[in-house]
């Protein structure tokens, strides 16, 4: 019976937050739409991506092609499809590395006081570079592929989570029930896990959205600057540079994606926004 009260309790604290936080809850429709176009792309797909016709290419939208064919007479809706895929890859892989390695630091940093000075300015040094522009170094010194791009942002995105964990730690290693720990003996993995983290993770899951909207824009922006993916994976960057030369006579190779690639991120960043509301203890309880 309790198990039952509380279920329809959190179903009905669930709702109300429907209710106040439309935006988010639109923005998690838009997203799994999102998912879903690109679990699904190899059945929704009418070919191959990558196969050129040059007897069909710069044709408009029509009942043919949906989105038109770009430059060498490629179907942009499998280039879409497909491109979805790359994107979602990306984000998911460097929200989720980010966050695992840089919660790791953080933690680690913010209690032991002794390493503390040494690893920030390690994350300064990073963090004064803006990440596109570490993205695109680190890049340089490596060969295109998906998973350079994904190691490459990650690491200009990583001090990012640690600076936020690091100030968590700081604020939490001072509480009664963290001293209480310390005084019975626990050893330092034990608090870190037991008191330490379940009260970092609302923060950085919400952290871990908006690198996940910006891993996205910034594999776009190396892909377009021919810095990203390969010329030969269809990503939505690498199209939208590929049709830039041909916009004054086929733009919808540029804007297609490039709507599909702004719905994404703002998907993500609304969200972002309602996770943050959602896991605020001063606004869980207005709900």
Same mark, same amino acid.
């Given at each position: 019976?309790?198990?039952?009260?509380?279920?329809?309790?959190?179903?009905?604290?669930?709702?109300?937050?429907?209710?106040?936080?439309?935006? $988010? &809850? =639109?923005?998690?429709?838009?997203?799994? /739409?999102? @998912?879903?176009?690109? *679990?699904? %792309?190899?059945?929704? !797909?009418?070919?191959?991506?990558?196969?050129?016709?040059?007897?069909?290419?710069?044709?408009?939208?029509?009942?043919?092609?949906?989105?038109?064919?770009?430059?060498?007479?490629?179907?942009?809706?499998?280039?879409?499809?497909?491109?979805?895929?790359?994107?979602?890859?990306?984000?998911?892989?460097?929200?989720?590395?980010?966050?695992?390695?840089?919660?790791?630091?953080?933690?680690?940093?913010?209690?032991?006081?002794?390493?503390?000075?040494?690893?920030?300015?390690?994350?300064?040094?990073?963090?004064?570079?803006?990440?596109?522009?570490? $993205? &695109? =170094?680190?890049?340089?010194?490596?060969? /295109?592929? @998906?998973?350079?791009? *994904?190691? %490459?942002?990650?690491? !200009?995105?990583?001090?990012?989570?640690?600076?936020?964990?690091?100030?968590?730690?700081?604020?939490?290693?001072?509480?009664?029930?963290?001293?209480?720990?310390?005084?019975?003996?626990?050893?330092?993995?034990?608090?870190?896990?037991?008191?330490?983290?379940?009260?970092?993770?609302?923060?950085?899951?919400?952290?871990?959205?908006?690198?996940?909207?910006?891993?996205?824009?910034?594999?776009?922006?190396?892909?377009?600057?021919?810095?990203?993916?390969?010329?030969?994976?269809?990503?939505?960057?690498?199209?939208?540079?590929?049709?830039?030369?041909?916009?004054?006579?086929?733009?919808?190779?540029?804007?297609?994606?490039?709507?599909?690639?702004? %719905?994404?991120?703002? !998907?993500?960043?609304?969200?972002?926004?309602?996770?943050?509301?959602?896991?605020?203890?001063?606004?869980?309880?207005?709900?």
């Amino acid at each position: 019976m309790g198990g039952a009260t509380a279920t329809t309790g959190r179903l009905g604290a669930a709702l109300r937050f429907a209710r106040r936080n439309k935006a $988010a &809850v =639109a923005g998690a429709v838009v997203l799994l /739409a999102i @998912v879903l176009v690109a *679990i699904a %792309a190899p059945l929704l !797909a009418t070919g191959n991506p990558l196969s050129i016709n040059p007897l069909r290419r710069l044709r408009p939208p029509s009942a043919a092609f949906w989105f038109g064919t770009d430059h060498l007479g490629r179907d942009l809706w499998n280039r879409v499809l497909y491109g979805a895929r790359v994107s979602l890859l990306v984000g998911g892989a460097v929200a989720g590395i980010s966050m695992s390695v840089g919660l790791v630091i953080g933690l680690v940093a913010g209690y032991v006081r002794s390493i503390d000075a040494v690893v920030m300015r390690v994350m300064d040094g990073l963090m004064a570079i803006p990440s596109i522009l570490l $993205a &695109v =170094a680190l890049m340089a010194l490596t060969r /295109a592929s @998906v998973t350079n791009v *994904i190691v %490459a942002i990650s690491v !200009a995105e990583i001090p990012r989570v640690v600076r936020l964990v690091r100030s968590l730690v700081l604020t939490l290693r001072d509480e009664v029930y963290v001293q209480a720990a310390i005084s019975s003996g626990t050893r330092l993995p034990r608090i870190l896990r037991r008191h330490i983290l379940p009260n970092v993770m609302g923060p950085v899951l919400v952290q871990g959205t908006y690198i996940f909207a910006a891993a996205i824009l910034i594999e776009a922006a190396l892909s377009f600057l021919g810095a990203g993916t390969p010329s030969n994976v269809p990503s939505w960057g690498n199209t939208i540079s590929e049709g830039r030369p041909f916009f004054l006579l086929a733009a919808w190779i540029v804007i297609i994606p490039g709507m599909f690639l702004s %719905a994404t991120v703002l !998907a993500v960043n609304l969200l972002g926004d309602g996770l943050r509301d959602a896991l605020d203890p001063r606004l869980s309880r207005q709900l």
